[in-house]
């Protein structure tokens, strides 16, 4: 069983997707919540 690994040769597309639509959400996430600040810090001001 051990013998029949072979590295690089699985298909990680999913992976891949899954992991680019991660880091596109937590992106977005932080740019909205960077934004609701400012926009607290200029009506409060």
Do not use: R
């Not at 991660?22 to 009506?43: E, N, P, R």
């Amino acid at each position: 069983m051990a013998d029949d690994y072979k590295p690089g040769e699985m298909d990680i597309s999913v992976q891949e997707k899954t992991f680019a639509g991660f880091i596109s959400m937590v992106t977005k996430g932080a740019i909205i919540c960077i934004l609701v600040l400012i926009f607290i810090a200029l009506v409060n001001a």
